[in-house]
């Protein structure tokens, strides 16, 4: 027996600190997946103690068992279909009543459950004293009192489980006490439990008890599953019509009266085994909030923090930045000395090194931007932010918890597109996914921050900045669009909690940007990767010598504008521009050619429009493929001033066609991975879609801005 594993699900409300939990009980032993079908993330782990062994399973946070958000989905159909051994559930107990309307539901389902009575402390703080003896009596459940965060009670919680275990599971599962309903309600489900009860297969599968209330709650998902019974359409119509009745009965709908009866029943459980020593006189999060969410005050200082938080990120971040980047320039600069000079070289030096070491410089600015992020939401701030900027997001149709998806979006596309998960209604989820590309994410970073720094070195810090409202507006705009059009509709309302303000961790800190940033790390390894080698093939096939009279052309040329030139000068001119004919001769080159006719309305040449083309492949390499399109030295590009020099130094690049050129990188469709991450949340339908729409409106307003820009200047 020693040697059977038991599969655990840890569940609870959002924010009850199942995540904590769950890391305190494995540790390091744990590993990142995904839920079969959608990217809702799944952590696992297996731990051994005592010669046991427990199979651990972080869910999603649920209010409920009535599915509305893919989250709620995904716990549900994994308690349902994958029947773990047992639930253990995280309950918040500064919040017990609505924590336990939940657990309320796992009883009902049958499957025996653990309640860890997680955030003790801040109970204790406030003066709420729990007996949990008395409530695991009224409930007939265990009850564990735990600290997530501080790892305090996991033993307990583990003993737990093991003497449930040995008492054996269908003995818990019959000493949880289950809620009555009320003699109308009760009457309805004896019938429709005699009913379920034939079919001794569908019983196996799902418990009598919870499947009745379902029905009579008008559940979907539960008809959808009645299906199977052997007399589903007879069962269905009893159900419906019992629930019909009971809404005429009590004047209000069926589920609102089951619900009502559950808190009826967690109150009384509570009331008694609840104690509030003191009511907190002074409470300081309402005192911080009195500030924070006034009316007029909320909004401008949500602005600030953003302000600030962006400040912070830069001024920070400049420093391992430029240490990166020196280091990267060091290697480049040792393998030019220590290789002789080969395709290979250039390979390692041109295509590797410039491309996955330009991205990995700004992996410190990511850490940071989501290291700050971070903190803000552990700390509380991002659902008062969430709050204070619902009315104006309401006004284009989003939903004031768009917010943070979107100032994820700052950071990279692929983890903001995956919080758009949270939001409740499906069209809020795909609006918010669709616009959140919009935000002007960390790899278009480099681009506006050259070209702004090249042609308006006076302004290039504004000048990003206003590229970054670019996107916040164009985001904006597009949702109330798209709201108005493929989305048709009203944002579901508001329904969200201001938790506590709380202390962040800094373990917990350190785990969410670990999760944020190993993404992005992982795709420069392997995306960006192959990108860079596929642009540095492409750049350097096929093979191109000058000829000897195009090199005396060259120089001849440059002779001719600086007369009385040194041998040196000419010699380096000639070679450049034989490097850069190399380059208009291989497959780049042609393509870039070919294709140029389509830019040309909104101003780019043939070697703007091979950037963009390579940028939706990963916006990291545009910076390295101008640098290998304009040929600069290899040991320079690193430092971007040869390559600043260098398209400052191109007739063709105007400050208009610098600034139509960031607009355009800042608007077309994001980067494969962000795309992948498209498909997998919404599908081919909507990737489709968001692709479109994005090259549609870069195209167009690129166009419009560089005409309207030639007619001004
Ligand atoms: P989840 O949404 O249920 O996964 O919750 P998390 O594990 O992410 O925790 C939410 C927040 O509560 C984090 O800031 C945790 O550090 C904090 N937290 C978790 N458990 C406890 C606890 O027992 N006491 C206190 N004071 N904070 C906790
Ligand atoms: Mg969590």
Not at 52 to 77: F, K, M, N, W
Not at 343 to 371: A, E
Request: hydrophobic share 50%.
């Amino acid at each position: 027996m020693s040697e059977q594993k038991l599969r655990i699900a840890i569940a609870g409300n959002p924010n009850a600190g199942k995540t904590s939990l769950f890391n305190a009980l494995t540790g390091a032993h744990h590993k990142v997946g995904n839920y079969p079908g959608v990217t809702v993330e799944k952590l696992e782990g297996v731990i051994s103690r005592n010669g046991r062994q427990y199979h651990l399973i972080d869910l999603p946070g649920i209010y409920g068992l009535t599915a509305y958000s893919i989250d709620e989905v995904v716990a549900r159909d994994f308690i349902l279909d994958e029947k773990p051994d047992l639930i253990v559930d995280v309950l918040d107990s500064t919040n017990l009543e609505r924590n336990l309307y939940l657990c309320l539901q796992f009883q009902e389902l049958g499957v025996p459950v653990i309640g860890a009575l997680n955030m003790t402390d801040e109970a204790e703080a406030k003066g709420i004293r729990i007996n949990e003896k008395t409530l695991s009596a009224s409930l007939g459940i265990p009850l564990v009192k735990t600290v997530g965060s501080k790892s305090k009670g996991m033993d307990e919680l583990l003993d737990c489980v093991d003497a449930l275990n040995d008492s054996g599971r269908d003995a818990a599962r019959g000493a949880a006490h289950t809620v009555t309903y009320g003699m109308e309600i009760e009457s309805k489900l004896e019938i429709l439990q005699t009913m379920i009860r034939a079919d001794a297969a569908f019983i196996k599968k799902y418990p009598e008890r919870w499947l009745a209330v379902k029905l009579l709650e008008k559940d979907s998902d539960a008809y959808k599953r009645l299906k199977e019974h052997e007399r589903a359409q007879e069962i269905g119509a009893f159900a419906k019509e019992a629930s019909l009745w009971l809404d005429k009965h009590y004047g209000k709908d069926a589920e609102i009266v089951v619900s009502e009866q559950r808190y009826g029943y967690i109150r009384g459980a509570v009331q008694e085994s609840l104690q509030i020593i003191k009511a907190p006189d002074f409470s300081l999060t309402e005192a911080i909030d009195r500030v924070i969410m006034n009316r007029f005050l909320a909004l401008p200082l949500f602005v600030a923090v953003l302000w600030l938080l962006f400040q912070l990120t830069f001024a920070v971040g400049q420093y391992p930045m430029d240490w990166l980047e020196g280091f990267f320039t060091f290697l480049s600069d040792a393998l030019n000395n220590v290789m002789p000079d080969t395709l290979f070289r250039s390979l390692l030096v041109d295509g590797v090194i410039g491309g996955v070491g330009g991205v990995l410089s700004f992996v410190p600015l990511i850490v940071i931007l989501f290291c700050l992020l971070s903190i803000l939401e552990d700390v509380g701030y991002m659902a008062r932010a969430a709050f204070a900027s619902d009315k104006l997001l309401h006004a284009f149709g989003l939903h004031g918890q768009s917010v943070f998806p979107m100032m994820l979006g700052f950071g990279c596309s692929v983890p903001a597109i995956m919080a758009a998960r949270t939001l409740k209604s499906q069209r809020d989820r795909i609006l918010t996914a669709l616009i959140t590309p919009l935000m002007s994410c960390g790899a278009k970073l480099p681009v506006h921050v050259l070209l702004a720094a090249a042609f308006f070195p006076e302004n290039a810090a504004n000048m990003v900045i206003l590229l970054y409202g670019c996107g916040v507006v164009l985001s904006l705009l597009s949702a109330f669009v798209l709201r108005k059009t493929a989305l048709r509709g009203e944002p579901t309302p508001f329904v969200m909690e201001l938790p506590p303000y709380r202390a962040p961790t800094v373990r917990g800190v350190l785990w969410h940007v670990w999760e944020k940033t190993s993404r992005y790390i992982k795709k420069a390894g392997t995306i960006i990767l192959a990108a860079s080698i596929l642009v540095w093939l492409i750049t350097t096939f096929p093979r191109y010598e000058p000829s000897p009279e195009e090199m005396q052309a060259f120089a001849a040329t440059y002779l001719e504008n600086n007369p009385g030139a040194d041998e040196e000068a000419v010699a380096a001119y000639a070679e450049v521009s034989g490097e850069q004919l190399a380059v208009e001769h291989s497959y780049a080159g042609r393509i870039g050619h070919f294709i140029a006719p389509v830019f040309k309305p909104m101003g780019f040449d043939w070697k703007l429009a091979t950037a963009s083309v390579i940028g939706i492949v990963a916006k990291e390499v545009i910076v390295s493929t101008l640098g290998i399109l304009y040929r600069v030295g290899a040991e320079e590009s690193e430092e971007n001033e040869g390559l600043r020099a260098a398209i400052t130094g191109d007739p063709h690049m105007t400050p208009l066609v610098a600034f139509v050129f960031m607009l355009f990188t800042l608007i077309a469709p994001p980067c494969l991975a962000a795309l992948a991450t498209i498909k997998a949340e919404l599908g081919w339908k909507w990737l489709g879609f968001e692709y479109a729409f994005l090259l549609l409106l870069g195209g167009v307003l690129s166009v419009i801005i560089y005409q309207i820009g030639l007619l001004l200047v």
